[in-house]
């Protein structure tokens, strides 16, 4: 049987905060988010059940409005990373605005109350209903990623009698050094205009009448965890500003993206005040310093603010490996099995016993639904896990796979604990169905 054992893992011996994760602590053996017991709220709430921590939030943001103190920034929040209506309207409160995607997300910003015209829009496949549902909100930039969106954008915008504000999204073929399937600023990605012909689409984009040429936009990856594909970033984009404000294009904002990333595991990324204490002092060097700025940060802002609550169902031993079967899966928690991404996984209550190497599988019928390869545990049927750093790109790309309702949503602040988001019933999933 595969049973290595250890005297404890490092997991469970953590005490007081865990690391990248100030607003989760251990009290007395228990987990807790800020003052809320995550062992009363799954036995309360049931699971899978995700929490997040205002206060995590709140010091996340705060991290890029000491970096932008002094200047002329619009923090454009990227509600893909976690677009829950009370997520929204906790930015929308701290002033943020929207990068969206869709008129989904769209929709989603009016229903939290966010100001629409701090709203660009970004994405490679814009529809025409879309472009109309945006130019009617009088959004404040589209970020265009091709020569045929902007011909679209333009008839769309001219039938309406308005014109639309946008940026050219320039792929500045800078390597993110980040998961091949989260790295967008490279030549063989779908996104963006390449930086050699980013001058004629300018040149394009400002003699079209329903247009209206307002900034330069730049998205180059996610979890990026290093300073200079950032840096190389900026250098590409201002060498782009000048040429094009030399042809006569005035551009009144940059728009820098998102793509910060977190720690899951040891990574040591930038803190955001001090990436952008760094990307400011080359863009005083240039002369660009007090050019509005706007940036799309998603990751950073929600990822290490939330934990998704697991029971564990059954124990299994297999040939090769122990099983944890837990109830939470794929369709909950898809990062472990679309990008191999890994999320600590840490018993709720802690006890002092022999712990077991595991796989924390979910109960999809597919051999990827994995949550955790060769984690040491200690853990019994019944009791609860937390799943780390599930903040962002989780509840997000939830799916009913398998028939699974989606999970419930929990925002804490201190020791208050609101539901945000109720269990998807069966109900609720059979609604939109018809018999023959
Ligand atoms: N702006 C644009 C145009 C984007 O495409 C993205 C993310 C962001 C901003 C926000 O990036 P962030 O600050 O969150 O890194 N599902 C993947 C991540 C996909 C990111 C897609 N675009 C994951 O779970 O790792």
Request: hydrophobic letters at 40%; aromatic letters at 6%.
């Amino acid at each position: 049987m595969p049973t290595q054992s250890t005297a404890s893992s490092v997991q469970n011996e953590l005490t007081g905060p865990l690391p990248g994760h100030p607003h989760v602590h251990r009290q007395q053996g228990q987990l807790f988010v800020e003052g809320c017991s995550l062992n009363d709220l799954a036995a309360q709430h049931g699971t899978p059940l995700f929490v997040y921590s205002k206060a995590a939030m709140r010091g996340a943001l705060a991290a890029y409005q000491r970096g932008f103190k002094g200047r002329n920034a619009q923090i454009c929040y990227a509600m893909k990373a976690n677009s829950s209506l009370a997520i929204l309207q906790f930015f929308a409160q701290q002033g943020c605005g929207f990068d969206i995607v869709s008129g989904g997300e769209l929709a989603r910003v009016k229903a939290a109350g966010g100001d629409l015209s701090k709203v660009i829009f970004s994405g490679v496949g814009k529809t025409r209903t879309e472009m109309r549902a945006a130019l009617e909100a009088h959004i404040a930039c589209f970020n265009v990623e091709s020569e045929a969106e902007l011909s679209v954008l333009n008839e769309v915008a001219l039938s309406l009698g308005l014109r639309a504000r946008i940026s050219v999204r320039v792929n500045p073929n800078v390597d993110a050094k980040t998961h091949p399937y989260i790295s967008t600023g490279l030549k063989g990605n779908k996104f963006g205009i390449a930086h050699e012909d980013a001058l004629s689409v300018y040149q394009r984009a400002a003699a079209l009448p329903g247009l209206h040429v307002v900034g330069i936009d730049c998205h180059i990856g996610s979890q990026i965890t290093e300073v200079d594909p950032y840096l190389e970033a900026m250098d590409r984009v201002l060498d782009l500003v000048a040429q094009i404000e030399a042809a006569g294009i005035p551009l009144h904002h940059i728009d820098f993206g998102g793509g910060l990333g977190i720690d899951y595991n040891g990574d040591t990324p930038p803190a955001a005040d001090q990436l952008w204490a760094l990307l400011l002092a080359k863009l005083d060097a240039r002369g660009y310093g007090q050019r509005q700025l706007m940036i799309e940060p998603g990751r950073s802002l929600v990822g290490n603010a939330g934990v998704c609550l697991t029971e564990v169902l059954y124990l299994k031993a297999g040939e090769q490996k122990n099983f944890c079967i837990v109830d939470a899966a794929m369709n909950d928690l898809p990062r472990p099995a679309m990008y191999q991404a890994f999320h600590h996984i840490v018993p709720v209550l802690e006890h002092a016993a022999e712990t077991k190497l595991y796989d924390v599988v979910g109960p999809v019928c597919e051999s990827g639904d994995w949550l955790g390869r060769d984690r040491f545990l200690n853990v019994s049927p019944g009791e609860v896990l937390a799943v780390l750093s599930t903040g962002a790109y989780c509840v997000s790309m939830a799916s009913n796979y398998n028939t699974r309702g989606r999970a419930a949503e929990i925002l804490v602040e201190d020791t208050q604990a609101q539901l945000i988001r109720r269990r998807e019933s069966i109900e609720d999933q059979l609604a939109l169905e018809q018999l023959l």
